[in-house]
T-cell receptor, first 116, second 114 residues
Framework: GAGVSQSPRYKVAKRGQDVALRCDPISGHVSLFWYQQALGQGPEFLTYFQNEAQLDKSGLPSDRFFAERPEGSVSTLKIQRTQQEDSAVYLC??????????????FGPGTRLTVL | GENVEQHPSTLSVQEGDSAVIKCTYSDSASNYFPWYKQELGKGPQLIIDIRSNVGEKKDQRIAVTLNKTAKHFSLHITETQPEDSAVYFCAASIISGGYNKLIFGAGTRLAVHP
């Protein structure tokens, strides 16, 4: 079946521009995560959704970052007034359970954001 | 908060040799330890995981060991093949708000030479 998809795969933005990154989780998956992966580093947690509810946004680095999942399926990560330090790969992951204590997180291919 | 350290950062082996990657974690409350493989241009893929009530788990050529006292866990790959070449990440899970928040290590780039 279809896995987690993300679009666009690559995004180049000029400093100060706003960007929107899309994630389509696996159908039926309740939980959705966003991660930021800097070059040569592991993924870092940004935010977590259970259906449409954003239960944890403690990893969002600033108020320029905003995520939503209005209908409990597709999610969008928005970055306002992009800065060079926002350059990274943004990964989305989904998990079947609503309280995924031990359940596998399935990752998408990521969106590589480059801010010039 | 939780911190995960991973070593080595790069590992080069000959085909057929074994590879070992080691991780340490800081929070004794961590209770779930997955390992992910990331190939170029792709997202991480789970290859094996272990829970804190288990000391060792094996799946074909891959095994993971956990030492809760020392807060160490390791990935062992035997009979390595060129297709094992990738970046491997360990992670430790903190139960937060009823779900597992994953804290990742910095990764190990494994190269298997034919």
């Amino acid at each position: 079946g279809a896995g987690v998809s993300q679009s666009p795969r690559y995004k180049v933005a000029k400093r100060g521009q706003d960007v929107a990154l899309r994630c389509d989780p696996i159908s039926g998956h309740v939980s959705l995560f966003w991660y930021q992966q800097a070059l040569g580093q592991g993924p870092e947690f940004l935010t977590y959704f259970q259906n449409e509810a954003q239960l944890d946004k403690s990893g969002l680095p600033s108020d320029r970052f905003f995520a939503e999942r209005p209908e409990g399926s597709v999610s969008t990560l928005k970055i306002q007034r992009t800065q060079q330090e926002d350059s990274a790969v943004y990964l989305c992951a989904s998990s079947l359970e609503d309280r995924p204590l031990y359940n596998e997180q399935f990752f998408g291919p990521g969106t590589r954001l480059t801010v010039l | 908060g939780e911190n995960v350290e991973q070593h080595p950062s790069t590992l080069s082996v000959q085909e057929g040799d074994s590879a070992v990657i080691k991780c340490t974690y800081s929070d004794s409350a961590s209770n779930y330890f997955p390992w992910y493989k990331q190939e170029l241009g792709k997202g991480p893929q789970l290859i094996i995981d272990i829970r804190s009530n288990v000391g060792e788990k094996k799946d074909q050529r891959i095994a993971v060991t956990l030492n809760k006292t020392a807060k160490h866990f390791s990935l062992h790959i035997t009979e390595t093949q060129p297709e094992d070449s990738a970046v491997y990440f360990c992670a430790a899970s903190i139960i937060s708000g009823g779900y597992n928040k994953l804290i990742f290590g910095a990764g190990t780039r494994l190269a298997v030479h034919p």
